[in-house]
């Protein structure tokens, strides 16, 4: 099943979250970056559903786990996930989820469930290009982009017609 599929989809969640956190872990290696038990909890936590996390939603888990964690602790942690590409940030939610190409550059694009939260990470290289090329007509150099979709999935959609 590819992975543009999720969350939307039925698949197997536990292999997701144990997928993200090996890649993790080559990433950090191959990066000579330190992935300390703290970072990669957290980084388990925003991979335990397609919900993103606050840094309050982290803090309240990891306190769950009995870590005495400070809200810099969690800021850093995440800092550190998103510096090395594997989580991205949801401008528009505050919020973080895990990013589905670890270890690759792209853009993010994302399609956000007004209704149920769930956000999918959208893998359209259509797109990428037709950003890059506007982009490139006005002499413009983009360095991050990162397009947030809100909408409906379709479950919520099909949901609000069965209403």
Not at 12 to 41: G, K, M, S, Y
Not at 149 to 158: E, N, R, S, V, Y
Request: net charge negative.
């Amino acid at each position: 099943m590819p992975t543009s599929a999720l969350p939307y989809r039925p698949h197997n969640h536990d292999a997701c979250v144990d997928q993200a956190l090996a890649d993790a872990r080559a990433i950090c290696q191959q990066q000579n970056a330190r992935l300390t038990p703290t970072r990669e909890r957290v980084l388990e936590l925003i991979w335990q559903s397609h919900k993103p996390l606050g840094a309050y939603d982290v803090l309240a888990e990891l306190a769950e786990d009995g870590h005495n964690a400070a809200p810099p602790t969690v800021y850093r942690a995440l800092d550190f996930l998103q510096q090395h590409g594997l989580v991205h940030r949801i401008a528009s939610l505050n919020s973080f989820v895990g990013c589905t190409h670890a270890g690759k550059h792209h853009n993010g694009m994302f399609l956000i469930c007004r209704s149920c939260g769930n956000v999918l990470e959208l893998t359209s290289p259509e797109v990428a290009h037709a950003v890059s090329a506007a982009a490139s007509a006005e002499a413009f150099q983009p360095q991050d982009v990162m397009i947030e979709i809100a909408g409906l999935c379709p479950g919520c959609h099909t949901d609000a017609h069965h209403d």
